[in-house]
């Protein structure tokens, strides 16, 4: 099991610090959408699914955190877009 771990976790570990600002962006802009979504949703059901997948966005997002920190990058200053999205939206 510990083999299959690290072999998860290797495959999660961004190359980059391009790659993690794209990560830490990416995250935050589902968690957007699933905020958006559980706003406007009124079955119970797919609430309670809304909440898990919020639960998971929120766990990757402190991961991704933790990795800045971990490489001495200020994650807090990390752009919302990349320059190619400025220019299209």
Same mark, same amino acid.
């Given at each position: 099991m510990a083999i299959r771990q690290k072999a998860y976790k290797?495959?999660?570990?961004?190359d980059n610090k391009e790659q993690l600002f794209e990560d830490l962006r990416?995250? @935050? @802009?589902?968690?957007e959408g699933v905020r958006s979504y559980f706003a406007l949703e009124t079955d119970e059901d797919l609430l309670e699914a809304a909440i &898990?997948?919020?639960?998971?966005l929120e766990?990757?997002?402190? &991961?991704?955190?933790?990795?800045? @920190?971990e490489s001495g990058i200020a994650?807090?200053?990390?752009p919302l877009m990349n320059e190619q999205e400025r220019w299209i939206n």
């Open positions: 290797a495959q999660t570990i961004p990416e995250v @935050r @802009r589902q968690l &898990y997948q919020r639960d998971a766990a990757r997002h402190r &991961y991704l955190l933790k990795l800045a @920190r994650a807090h200053r990390v």
